[in-house]
Structures are given as C-alpha cells and as structure tokens.
C-alpha cells in the first residue's frame, strides 16, 4: 500500500508493532518507481537474503529497504524508529527524547539523536514537521 498523503492511524498502529511490516513499507515506497541498482544502473533484481532487500540480477549488490533513507544503520529495532519519525512528521508531536525513552525502552540519548536526524531531514527538504510528508522525508538520502 502506497500512500498519497499521510498515513492513517490504523495503519501506523499496526506498523508501530511489527518490524517486518515496516520493511515491507519503506521497501514499497522506496521501489514504488521500480528498483535501480545503485552501483550498475541495471533494473532487473531479485529478492535478497535479508527481509525486503533486492538484489541486482547483474552485478549481485544487495540493497536492503533501508539503505540511503532516513533509517539507514538503525541500531534499535525499526518499527521503534517508525514510530519516532510518524510522530515528529505526521502527528507534528514535539515529545522530549526522555518520553521516547520510557514509551520506547530505549536510551535516551539514542532517541534524541534519532529525533535530530529526523528534523535536520526535514530542515533539509525545506519544510517544517507540519508540513512533511512521511514518505518524503523516507527518501531523503543519507
């Protein structure tokens, strides 16, 4: 499901629980156009090894759905990350990295340096959190 505008809270709920379901979403809003390798330009792919990865059918570079977007060597599960930036872009929510970290079960300072990311993204699409769009700010090369 690719989504126009933003998405619904039935549909983020759902996400915010289960992390192969988000891949499976950056992975259709990433490829939405078609798949492009990176390193040879060829269109053809495969599916890779990790979940909602592709792989070039010529030259074998295996990119994973988070690769050059905002998620990009996440180190906490993904759906937490997906939550951090649905809340941030889409509800405009400014909660302090300490209440990520207590509904999360993260560390502090790993939220409010997710949370940085995500606003130097918007920053550098040239709007404010009001006005992004999840999916635009998923694109954003890192």
Request: proline share 2%; glycine share 4%; aromatic share 12%.
């Amino acid at each position: 499901m690719i989504f126009k505008e933003d998405i619904s809270p039935e549909l983020a709920k759902e996400l915010f629980e289960d992390s192969e379901k988000v891949l499976k979403f950056i992975a259709e809003i990433k490829w939405n156009d078609s798949f492009v390798c990176r390193k040879c330009g060829h269109t053809n792919f495969c599916e890779g090894k990790s979940p909602s990865s592709r792989r070039c059918t010529r030259c074998k570079t295996e990119e994973s759905a988070t690769a050059h977007t905002l998620f990009h060597n996440c180190k906490f599960p993904i759906n937490k990350a997906f939550y951090i930036a649905y809340q941030v872009c889409v509800e405009g929510k400014d909660i302090s990295s300490y209440e990520y970290s207590d509904q999360l079960g993260l560390n502090q300072m790993t939220c409010w340096k997710f949370r940085k990311r995500i606003k130097n993204c918007v920053i550098k699409n040239g709007a404010d959190t009001k006005s992004v769009t999840i999916q635009k700010i998923l694109l954003t090369d890192f």
